[in-house]
């Protein structure tokens, strides 16, 4: 295996990590909270839009 796919799995699994704070934290946020959750979910990942709606972090 190369270094890059080193990395790669390294950055999925981070992001596996960080996924699981976010939704932790998203069953007790305020609406704001919510919003920010959002937004750092949006910088984290590709594919964002489908998990905010799992989440129903987007309000309409």
């Known amino acids: ?8 799995l390294r950055r999925r ?3 596996k990590k960080k996924m699981a704070v ?3 934290k ?3 946020a305020s609406v704001s909270e919510k919003a920010a959750i959002a937004a750092k979910i949006r910088q984290l990942t590709p594919g964002s ?12």
């Open 1 to 8: 295996m190369g270094i890059e796919r080193h990395r790669e």
């Open 13 to 15: 699994r981070s992001r």
């Open 22 to 24: 976010l939704k932790r």
């Open 26 to 28: 998203v069953r007790t």
């Open 49 to 60: 839009e489908q998990i905010i709606a799992e989440l129903n972090l987007e309000e309409r």
